[in-house]
């Protein structure tokens, strides 16, 4: 395992040993009230437990969802190189413009259900180096990403839900999965966008190059991020660990997005206790990927689009979990007798 450098990521690490807990007095009281509300006890199943994980979050018996945004961030990859992708890199640019247009179909579900939208332009101009020929970061860029991405936290929002965009950003995603939760390049790439035989022949022979290139990476997860990863990615990671800090819970999106959070999980798995897993992407791997980590995604619905949708999507059933956990009316409200214990 590479030692540690001295330089940015040294200030991540340290921020990992002192993460906050959700607050287990709270959750308690919810757990309580879940028992007294007008419904069968488990009727409601698993928003009963989003429910709860909402409570010990926000420190609150009545969890409230007021302001959840969708951020989703844009990078470009010099893997794009390798022929790994049917669609040209401008596309990156001409999906952000529709974001910012109102065009795409993340818009509608933010517009349909009550979500705000943040789009995060990361340099599209200047991609991320080729990690099959060197590094894709360097060490301070990738630590300067990553603290740009905790900036989508500020604002008081109360549900983030983290999504991407970036042509060639699922090679990159494979290349991290290998080498976070180990594999092959056979084991992680998947069609993506929709690549042909051939291309997806040019993925798997960039991943395992690059796998092979990087072989000295093995072991440190920031490292492993900046030899592979997108920009996208790296904020992404910076997103996940600011909403901890400030204890704003998290859904994550599909494929892509969850290579960010493998990064994180590979560093200390409770550093993820603040977050959801927003849906079974139809990526393949992502799967793999969830059941390795041992995450168990809200959804499931055949999607692979990215974008931040499945992450949207499920950001409406945590809201339904709160407002019926906070809104019901309980056993004494209509004069039955209270539950007055968990156990």
């Keep these: 395992m590479p030692t540690a450098s001295g330089l940015p990521f040294d200030d991540i690490r340290d921020l990992l040993t002192t993460l ?16 007294n509300l007008l419904k069968p006890a488990g009727s409601l199943g698993r928003l009963e437990e989003i429910a709860l994980f909402l409570a010990g979050w926000q420190g609150t018996e009545k969890p409230a969802i007021n302001r959840p945004i969708v951020a989703l961030f844009a990078g470009n990859h010099g893997v794009h190189a390798q022929g790994v992708s049917k669609w040209p890199m401008q596309i990156t640019q001409t999906m952000v413009d529709t974001f910012t ?24 101009e200047h991609p991320v180096d080729d990690f099959t020929q060197g590094p894709a970061m360097d060490e301070r860029g990738c630590a300067a990403t990553i603290a740009f991405g905790m900036e989508a936290v500020a604002g008081g929002v109360d549900l983030i839900a983290i999504g991407e965009m970036g042509i060639a950003n699922t090679t990159a995603a494979s290349a991290l999965y290998a080498a976070l939760l180990g594999g092959t390049a056979e084991d992680w790439v998947g069609d993506g ?50 909403a901890r800090v400030q204890r704003v819970p998290v859904l994550v999106d599909g494929f892509v997005a969850t290579s960010a959070a493998a990064v994180l999980h590979a560093m200390a798995p409770e550093s993820l206790d603040h977050c959801l897993f927003a849906h079974r992407s139809d990526e393949a791997a992502h799967g793999r990927a969830l059941d390795l980590m041992g995450k168990a995604p809200l959804l499931d619905l055949g999607m692979r689009l990215g974008e931040g949708s499945g992450a949207a999507l499920a950001a409406v059933l945590v809201k339904t979990a709160a407002a019926t956990h906070s809104g019901m009316a309980t056993f004494a409200d209509i004069g039955l007798p209270e539950v007055t214990s968990v156990s």
């Design 20 to 35: 906050p807990e959700p607050d287990a007095a709270a959750r308690e009281r919810a757990a309580l009230r879940n028992l």
């Design 101 to 124: 247009q109102g065009g795409a179909a993340i818009n509608q579900i933010c517009a349909a259900n009550g979500l705000g939208l943040k789009v995060f332009d990361l340099a599209l």
């Design 193 to 242: 966008a929709g690549a042909d035989d051939a291309q997806l022949d040019r993925k798997r022979d960039a991943v395992q190059r690059g796998l092979d290139l990087h072989a000295d990476a093995e072991g440190d997860p920031l490292e492993i991020l900046r030899r592979f990863g997108g920009r996208e990615i790296a904020a992404m990671v910076g997103t996940l660990l600011a």
